[in-house]
């Protein structure tokens, strides 16, 4: 014969957070151990941090402080923010928030938490059970919990992060620098992507600067939409047909990518001078050597452009 499994209110069995809950968990810290597979011992409740009392904190296997906040009823901001607190007042790297209806807010947040820190943080639902007449027993889930691939998605969003930032701050001094030598793009803002462009006064042709860890470049890129495939290369086509006095006239030899297969093509050169991850001591070096590049593949270009067909 099986038994139905039945939940019981948890004010039913532990009528107060404080003095029943948290109390029995303090004698009962083993029954949290093997939830979240860790080995907490000496839990002692009402710690002081600053102005708070923390429910519980327990001791880890190297005896660092273990922060533990419960909460008998729908999370809620307000112990959220203890939890953060609670954990920088006792320089603890652990937290653990047990609660009776995890709120899907903060079970985003928790998990936010477990990808951008280098704490733990977990996430526990509490339930009470009872299978027939037997006596209530204590069921806890982890909702959310600390993993080595949550711990890498942050890191990686960190370094997506770092490099938007190196990439506008790049930008900002280049055009900055750029609108002292030309008026090409004067009137561009900086991005956190990986190029910026202007027209180059033709529909669909751009001069781009593109930037990359450790080089950059300068380019005419060729697309004219979804509907002009044949008009790109037919464009691309006519200015290659005068490669070599473009080329004479910008000093030295362009990568010419008609790019078979893709519905864009470019006219490039590469800037070995160095990219966005190089010291910031060598970005002025670097804006140097892209603006010489445009200026001049502009100038050698530009007659050319004018005279299309296209």
């Keep these: 014969?099986?038994?139905?499994?039945?939940?019981?209110?948890?004010?039913?069995?532990?009528?107060?957070?404080?003095?029943?809950?948290?109390?029995?968990?303090?004698?009962?810290?083993?029954?949290?151990?093997?939830?979240?597979?860790?080995?907490?011992?000496?839990?002692e409740s009402e710690q002081s941090a600053g102005a708070f009392s923390v429910d519980l904190v327990a001791e880890d296997d190297?005896?660092?402080?273990?922060?533990?906040?419960?909460?008998?009823?729908?999370?809620?901001?307000?112990?959220?923010?203890?939890?953060v607190t609670y954990l920088v007042a006792m320089a603890s790297k652990t937290a653990i928030w047990i609660v009776a209806d995890p709120r899907p807010e903060h079970v985003s947040a928790i998990t936010w938490l477990n990808e951008s820190s280098s704490a733990n943080f977990y996430l526990l639902k509490?339930?009470?059970?009872?299978?027939?007449?037997?006596?209530p027993a204590p069921l806890l889930t982890v909702i959310v919990g600390p993993s080595?691939?949550?711990?890498?998605?942050?890191?990686?969003?960190?370094?997506?992060?770092?490099?938007?930032?190196?990439?506008?701050?790049?930008?900002?001094?280049?055009?900055?620098y750029s609108r002292q030598k030309t008026k090409l793009?004067?009137?561009?803002?900086?991005?956190?992507?990986?190029?910026?462009?202007?027209?180059?006064?033709?529909q669909g042709l751009g001069l781009n600067y593109a930037l990359r860890k450790n080089e950059a470049q300068v380019e005419l890129y060729i697309d004219c939409g979804k509907e002009r495939d044949e008009d790109n290369k037919a464009i691309f086509e006519q200015i290659f047909s005068?490669?070599?006095?473009?080329?004479?006239?910008?000093?030295?030899?362009?990568?010419?990518e008609r790019l078979e297969g893709k519905r864009a093509c470019r006219i490039r050169k590469?800037?070995?001078?160095?990219?966005?991850?190089?010291?910031?001591?060598?970005?002025?070096?670097?804006?140097?050597?892209?603006?010489?590049?445009?200026?001049?593949?502009?100038?050698s270009l530009k007659p050319h452009i004018a005279k299309l067909s296209i």
Excluded: C
């Excluded at 005068?242 to 010419?256: A, T």
């Design 126 to 135: 509490i339930e009470a059970i009872r299978i027939g007449d037997s006596p």
């Design 62 to 83: 190297s005896g660092n402080p273990v922060i533990i906040e419960n909460q008998l009823e729908k999370s809620n901001h307000d112990h959220l923010g203890k939890i």
């Design 1 to 43: 014969m099986i038994g139905k499994l039945q939940r019981v209110p948890l004010r039913d069995v532990w009528k107060h957070e404080a003095l029943d809950f948290t109390q029995w968990l303090q004698d009962n810290i083993d029954v949290l151990n093997e939830v979240v597979d860790l080995n907490l011992s000496n839990p």
């Design 185 to 202: 793009h004067a009137n561009i803002s900086p991005t956190q992507h990986n190029w910026l462009g202007t027209s180059a006064g033709k």
């Design 242 to 256: 005068h490669k070599e006095e473009v080329e004479q006239m910008f000093g030295e030899p362009l990568d010419w």
């Design 270 to 299: 590469i800037i070995t001078t160095g990219g966005y991850r190089d010291e910031e001591e060598k970005w002025p070096k670097i804006y140097e050597a892209m603006v010489d590049a445009m200026i001049r593949l502009e100038k």
């Design 148 to 176: 080595e691939e949550g711990k890498g998605v942050g890191k990686t969003k960190q370094e997506i992060a770092e490099r938007y930032n190196i990439r506008e701050k790049f930008w900002t001094q280049l055009l900055d």
